[in-house]
């Protein structure tokens, strides 16, 4: 009786320490989600995600043209994602400038078929 009493209190040990954590997890796993380098990264991809749509409904880009640059815009999103993976839900600086300077070349494609360039 005396060891079953010790197993069920280990084990209720246990659950408390699970329950008491859970909190925990949860508010890491939100801030990784809101980490400032992948919130700079993911509001680029949305503001160039507007800008391709705007040029398309003002006739400045194809529905061709556009298609192609949400595809680049949707790898790069994916990258960012693949990144945070394997860095505990954060990218470091250096991926972020990598991923920036993605962004760059796709930003410039938007601005020269906006400007028939």
Request: charged share 40%.
């Given at each position: 009786m005396k060891r079953y009493m010790k197993i069920v209190g280990i084990t209720l040990l246990i659950a408390v320490f699970f329950l008491v954590s859970l909190?925990?997890?949860q508010a890491e796993t939100e801030w990784?989600?809101?980490h400032p380098r992948r919130v700079e990264v993911n509001k680029r991809l949305k503001n160039q995600n507007?800008?391709?749509n705007q040029g398309v409904k003002n006739g400045k880009l194809t529905k061709q043209q556009a298609a192609q640059?949400?595809?680049e815009d949707h790898q790069i999103r994916h990258e960012e994602r693949d990144m945070?993976?394997?860095n505990g839900g954060h990218i470091t600086k250096q991926?972020?400038?990598t991923l920036n300077q993605q962004e760059n070349a796709v930003s410039g494609q938007i601005y020269k078929e906006k400007h028939g360039q």
């Open positions: 909190p925990t997890v990784q989600k809101d507007r800008r391709i640059l949400h595809k945070a993976s394997q991926e972020q400038k």
